[in-house]
């Protein structure tokens, strides 16, 4: 099992998202792109994403866009291809899920950012709406595996509050992932308090207000055609 903290971290993301750009660009230019074609490792928020957005290359035909994004989904470190007009590759195309690979997505979504919740309670801050929107799209790969969602809180209040909190925390992110079509019978819950908290941090510490994800069992399932359609 690997775990996937929520929590702040090593600021990585924007550095790896370049070096992902900058491995995309004779990719695409091999696949055909030449220089029409441009990935760009950002989410609509200008966060660090590893789920490309590939950009131009409207004159293109089919079977070529179809190529490029193949080719850089092969690159390795590289999440999900979406084009600029919203699709995303046809079904069987895409290369062969790995193991883990949504944990790996998500580690590298969350280094740096977290889901923060309001002070007492299982409401989300509005600002981590567009950090739910990305998680989710990482998790999409792994659509099929079981997923344990785990709340923790810091040290304050009783024990007994802190394990209602951070379950109903944990059951809050789970609805949010619902939401977005991350099917409820691949999310398992559990709220630990405070008993866990980060490690090197005192237990008072908010830090240590934050969830957690585990892939329990890897099984990812073919998408279907709604989920992926073609290349344009």
């Known amino acids: 099992m690997v775990a996937l903290a929520i929590i702040g971290g090593n600021m990585t993301g924007p550095a790896l998202a370049d070096r992902l750009a900058e491995r995309t660009v004779p990719v695409v230019a091999e696949a055909g792109g030449g220089n029409a074609v441009e990935a760009q490792f950002r989410s609509p928020n200008g966060l660090a994403s590893r789920h490309p957005l590939l950009v131009g290359g409207e004159g293109l035909d089919d079977s070529t866009r179809a190529r490029i994004a193949r080719a850089v989904a092969a690159i390795p470190g590289v999440g999900g291809i979406r084009w600029a007009d919203g699709t995303m ?19 590298a979504l969350l280094r740096a950012r977290s889901i923060r919740f309001e002070e007492g309670s299982d409401r989300l801050v509005p600002g981590s709406e567009p950090l739910v929107d990305e998680v989710a799209t990482a998790l999409r790969p792994c659509l099929g595996a079981i997923i344990e969602i785990t709340g923790h809180t810091d040290s304050s209040g009783t024990e007994p509050g802190n394990l209602s909190l951070s379950r109903e925390r944990a059951a809050a992110v789970r609805n949010e992932l619902v939401e977005r079509g991350i099917p409820a019978d691949g999310l398992r819950i559990r709220g630990v308090g405070s008993r866990l908290p980060v490690e090197g941090l005192d237990p008072a510490d908010p830090a240590n207000r934050r969830i957690e994800f585990t892939v329990l069992e890897t099984e990812p399932i073919m998408p279907t055609p709604v989920d992926t359609p073609g290349p344009r």
């Not at 590759?89 to 997505?105: F, I, K, N, T």
Request: proline share 16%.
């Open 89 to 107: 590759l046809s079904e069987g195309e895409a290369p062969p899920l790995r193991p883990l690979h949504c944990q790996e997505d998500v580690q």
